[in-house]
């Protein structure tokens, strides 16, 4: 038998108690193994290894289901609110580009009406544009910072984000 025929039939004895095979595969092996008792052998170490694993049972405290439980359902309420968050971000990230698209000619030609007023250049101009155009993302930014800034004394664990 060539090495790789019994490397294939190991990779699918793994996947058939992981994943699961296709019935080709699974005829494949089953020839394989009728022909190899080394493989044939290790498909059943395999399948009593599991066997005992599935035998054995573990007892756990209730108080600790409860709680594992009541921590599960808590996080996945925190997912929840916090993809209601990120929908709430992306709706309003998208008006903010839809408005500043729409304003960016009214704003350019306004600079530019007081640049021609009080004889600026035309650098002066473009940088009182890029100011304006940035300015509020960068007034929102800090402000976020600001509001998910770790208190200092409020917690020593790993929650900074949390306020």
Same mark, same amino acid.
């Given at each position: 038998? =060539?090495?790789?025929?019994?490397?294939?039939?190991?990779?699918?004895?793994?996947? *058939?108690?992981?994943?699961?095979?296709?019935?080709?595969?699974? #005829?494949?092996?089953?020839?394989?193994?009728?022909?190899?008792?080394?493989?044939?052998?290790?498909?059943?170490?395999?399948?009593?290894?599991?066997?005992?694993? =599935?035998?054995?049972?573990?007892?756990?405290?209730?108080?600790?289901?409860?709680?594992?439980?009541? #921590?599960?359902?808590? #996080?996945? #309420?925190?997912?929840?609110?916090?993809?209601?968050?990120?929908?709430?971000?992306?709706?309003?990230?998208?008006?903010?580009?839809?408005? +500043?698209?729409?304003?960016?000619?009214? *704003?350019?030609?306004?600079?530019?009406?007081?640049?021609?007023?009080?004889?600026?250049?035309?650098?002066?101009?473009?940088?009182?544009?890029?100011?304006?155009?940035?300015?509020?993302?960068?007034?929102? +930014?800090?402000?976020?910072?600001?509001?998910?800034?770790?208190?200092?004394?409020? =917690?020593?664990?790993?929650?900074?984000?949390?306020?």
């Amino acid at each position: 038998m =060539r090495t790789d025929n019994h490397e294939r039939a190991r990779r699918l004895i793994d996947a *058939l108690h992981v994943e699961g095979i296709t019935d080709s595969e699974r #005829r494949w092996l089953e020839a394989h193994q009728a022909e190899c008792p080394a493989c044939q052998a290790r498909a059943q170490a395999t399948e009593k290894a599991i066997q005992s694993l =599935r035998s054995n049972t573990v007892l756990i405290d209730p108080a600790v289901v409860g709680i594992t439980q009541a #921590r599960v359902r808590l #996080r996945a #309420r925190e997912l929840q609110a916090n993809h209601m968050h990120l929908r709430a971000l992306w709706i309003s990230c998208g008006l903010s580009w839809l408005v +500043g698209a729409v304003t960016a000619p009214l *704003l350019w030609e306004a600079i530019a009406w007081v640049g021609r007023q009080f004889d600026a250049s035309q650098a002066v101009r473009i940088m009182a544009f890029v100011i304006f155009w940035i300015a509020p993302a960068t007034v929102v +930014g800090a402000f976020m910072a600001w509001r998910h800034a770790p208190v200092a004394g409020m =917690r020593g664990d790993h929650e900074p984000w949390e306020r």
